[in-house]
């Protein structure tokens, strides 16, 4: 799987991460425990852990496998979150987060469409797929307006350390070709 470096939507400018992002990133969500809330990481203690998971994030588009996209508002320009793919065979799954101040807009519902419709226009992709703590309620809204099915609860499926330290429960939805 080949994804662009670079995707626009009417709002939103999806791209590869570079280093100089992390402050914007760590100013505008990484340290928010709200965003955090049910998330598989802490929220950011300083700017030097964001600096670390940006390299990772670049670091990945090497690896062939997970394809995290830095979310920019066209308008302005300014980092709001990140969106990502994990690929697996025919398979991708996908991840994002957006800033608190920026939620509510449709945002990343835009975003995930676009990712969507890339992904399942891929010849050898069949299926997308994303998993959401069950009281994720605006995630779960989030993947239903962008065209995905909830399939099930995938019980104990994935810990959110902000919410408890034991495994929680999450729906898993889809969209398939
Ligand atoms: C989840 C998240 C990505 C949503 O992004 P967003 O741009 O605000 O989403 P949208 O505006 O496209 O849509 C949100 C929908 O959820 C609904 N919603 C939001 N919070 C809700 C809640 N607590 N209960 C019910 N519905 C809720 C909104 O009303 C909206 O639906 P509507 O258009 O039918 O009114 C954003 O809140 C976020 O980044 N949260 C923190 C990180 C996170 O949880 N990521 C997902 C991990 S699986």
Not at 50 to 68: D, K, L, Q, S, Y
Not at 124 to 142: L, Q
């Amino acid at each position: 799987m080949k994804p662009p470096l670079r995707i626009e939507t009417a709002r939103l400018v999806l791209r590869k991460p570079v280093a100089e992002d992390a402050t914007a990133i760590f100013e505008a969500y990484a340290q928010d425990e709200l965003v955090a809330r049910y998330l598989t990481w802490p929220p950011h203690e300083n700017v030097e852990v964001t600096e670390r998971v940006v390299a990772g994030c670049i670091a990945a588009w090497e690896g062939g496998a997970r394809f995290p996209y830095v979310i920019e508002l066209r308008e302005t320009g300014a980092v709001v979150g990140m969106i990502e793919m994990r690929h697996d065979e025919f398979r991708v799954d996908v991840g994002y987060v957006l800033a608190r101040e920026h939620w509510g807009r449709g945002l990343m519902t835009e975003a995930l469409r676009e990712i969507v419709a890339w992904a399942l226009s891929q010849e050898k992709i069949y299926r997308v797929s994303a998993t959401c703590d069950t009281e994720n309620a605006g995630s779960a809204r989030v993947l239903e307006k962008a065209g995905m099915q909830r399939e099930g609860i995938l019980r104990r499926r994935a810990v959110h350390p902000n919410m408890s330290p034991e495994p929680r429960d999450c729906y898993c939805y889809s969209a398939v070709k």
